[in-house]
């Protein structure tokens, strides 16, 4: 078969559109339900703290082991079904969500006893900060644009939570930033790539 | 050496090894209803693709069940990788240098 230039350079463009759509389908299928997920838990935090304040930290610590369960439920389950994708090679060991988990919380924790934050508010955005900084990071590291764009959007609204929103409103602020920016990208996901 | 490949160059069996390429490791299988729904094709047509790729020696199929449900599962063997490599470095000799986009094709290819 005889190509031009302008056939072979077309076919490269395919290959290369093709290429990074299978891996931008395969990171959404795999990310949305995890991320509805954490977005629910947020605004189910969120609202839960602005009604029961007293009860802020059992609030937080049950859902983030909630959260952590729900993702090692969604993990094995969609490791089980192998849609999109079935990998031999690849096995979530046992002690990898819990030492995840427990390094997670051991930074927080050891990093609030240090630096002694002055409110509650602010406690609370810097965890969230260092969750988007995760999720920026991971962003980067696998070329998932979202991952960036969702970390940068929320740290701005956590920003501005703390500095512009007025503290009553502070938890409705953030339920609706952080809570309902994750999920509303995990449905788009997950209608986008469906 | 940069070889063209006729099996490979046909637009949906193309897309296919780009897909498959693209996996995150040799060892990554893709499901069949997955690429179906990702290039909107019918089970009889992805199928007669797959197949011709399978005859060539470039993919491997794994029909299985799970959770009693019959599966598929499809991946790339070494032959097809260097074959698929082998086509893209053709296409590159094609353009001769005069296209300077750079073009994701996936793993790299040696």
Request: aromatic content about 14%; some cysteine; hydrophobic content about 45%.
């Amino acid at each position: 078969m005889n190509l031009d230039n302008r056939q072979a350079a077309d076919t490269l463009e395919l290959i290369s559109k093709t290429a990074s759509q299978t891996k931008k389908s395969i990171a959404a299928k795999y990310s949305s339900p995890h991320i509805i997920l954490w977005g629910c838990i947020a605004i189910a935090g969120y609202l839960l703290t602005y009604f029961y304040l007293s009860w802020v930290r059992v609030i937080w610590i049950t859902l983030g082991f909630l959260g952590w369960l729900g993702m090692f439920l969604i993990s094995s389950y969609q490791k089980r079904k192998g849609f999109p994708t079935k990998n031999s090679q690849y096995i979530l060991l046992w002690w990898q969500p819990i030492a995840s988990w427990t390094a997670f919380y051991a930074f927080i924790f050891i990093s609030l006893y240090m630096f002694k934050p002055r409110s509650g508010i602010v406690i609370n955005a810097y965890i969230i900060l260092v969750i988007m900084l995760a999720y920026i990071n991971l962003g980067i590291w696998n070329s998932e644009i979202f991952m960036i764009g969702l970390g940068i959007v929320i740290s701005a609204g956590t920003l501005i939570g703390v500095y512009w929103i007025p503290v009553s409103f502070y938890c409705f602020w953030m339920a609706l930033t952080a809570g309902g920016m994750l999920v509303t990208t995990g449905i788009y996901l997950h209608l986008k790539y469906r | 050496m940069a070889e063209f490949n006729d099996i490979i160059h046909q637009p949906v069996r193309l897309q296919i090894m780009a897909a498959l390429m693209s996996l995150r490791s040799d060892d990554e299988k893709a499901d069949f209803a997955y690429l179906k729904n990702l290039f909107k094709l019918t089970d009889g047509n992805l199928g007669a693709h797959l197949a011709k790729l399978e005859e060539a020696g470039y993919i491997k199929i794994e029909k299985t069940f799970i959770a009693r449900k019959p599966r598929t599962f499809i991946n790339t063997t070494g032959k097809g990788r260097d074959a698929f490599a082998d086509h893209i470095a053709a296409l590159k000799k094609i353009i001769g240098g005069k296209d300077n986009r750079r073009h994701n094709t996936g793993r790299d290819n040696k």
